[in-house]
Nanobody, 128 residues
Framework: QVQLVESGGGLVQAGGSLRVSCAAS????????MAWFRQAPGKEREFVAV????????YYADSVKGRFTISRDNAKNTVYLQMNSLKPEDTAVYTC?????????????????????WGQGTQVTVSS
């Protein structure tokens, strides 16, 4: 059974930084791309970033490009999202997800349907 457990969320002031983590188990972590999504109150879940299985390639939503960095440590089965220059509009529940196919990232990596396992999420709140 695949399990994804996020941690590291919290309250931060605008302009600050935060790093969230996602620990994975139940699947050969290093074979799968991993992504972060977020969902703000009253809004749809949206793509934030994805990283390939070896960590060589990453893609970002335009809204976070240049401020957020996704990374992974395959020895620790963990993916990270470093968030800098945070804005109040970054407030959301951040959830990690694992790609549905090994050794693969499609051109539609931003679609929720590309992922098959999801964590419970961690709340990030940015105050103005």
């Amino acid at each position: 059974q695949v399990q994804l457990v996020e941690s590291g969320g919290g309250l931060v002031q605008a302009g600050g930084s935060l790093r969230v983590s996602c620990a994975a188990s139940g699947r050969t972590f290093s074979n799968y791309a991993m992504a972060w999504f977020r969902q703000a109150p009253g809004k749809e879940r949206e793509f934030v970033a994805v990283i390939s299985w070896r960590g060589l390639t990453a893609y970002y939503a335009d809204s976070v490009k240049g401020r957020f960095t996704i990374s992974r440590d395959n020895a620790k089965n963990t993916v990270y999202l470093q968030m800098n220059s945070l804005k109040p509009e970054d407030t959301a529940v951040y959830t990690c997800a694992t790609y549905r196919r090994p050794y693969y990232v499609s051109s539609t990596y931003y679609r929720k349907e590309e992922y098959d396992y999801w964590g419970q999420g961690t709340q990030v709140t940015v105050s103005s």
